[in-house]
């Protein structure tokens, strides 16, 4: 079964090391979408909910390796929730991820 481009992002992204420079350009060539629009819709909640880090134009390093199993509803819900929530989040992930 072939991954939804949700499922495809996070395994592109998961595949930098920590602090690793990610291009847009690379995401666009090594994830399969409908359209364009969806691929950067789901790298705009990565870095809404602090997993990237912009470092320039196009360019983001991975902070956090994003969990397999995130679906769509909660990396929106860390998206759009409070810092103090973002913050206890990833606390728990950089304990997971050492």
């Known amino acids: 079964m072939k991954d939804s481009t949700f499922k495809?992002?996070?395994k592109f992204f998961n595949?930098?090391?920590k602090?690793?420079?990610i291009t847009r350009k690379d995401l666009i060539k090594s994830v399969a979408a409908n359209g364009q629009w969806t691929r950067d819709t789901y790298r705009n909640l990565f870095f809404q909910?602090?997993?990237?880090e912009k470092v320039g134009a196009g360019?983001?390093?991975l902070i956090y390796k994003i969990p397999e199993n995130m679906t769509t509803k909660q990396i929106t819900k860390e998206a759009y929730s409070s810092d103090l929530l973002k913050f206890?989040?990833?606390l728990n992930q950089g304990e997971k991820n050492e």
């Open 8 to 10: 495809s992002c996070i």
């Open 15 to 17: 595949s930098f090391s």
């Open 19 to 21: 602090d690793e420079i």
């Open 49 to 52: 909910a602090g997993y990237l």
């Open 59 to 61: 360019k983001y390093k």
């Open 88 to 90: 206890l989040i990833h």
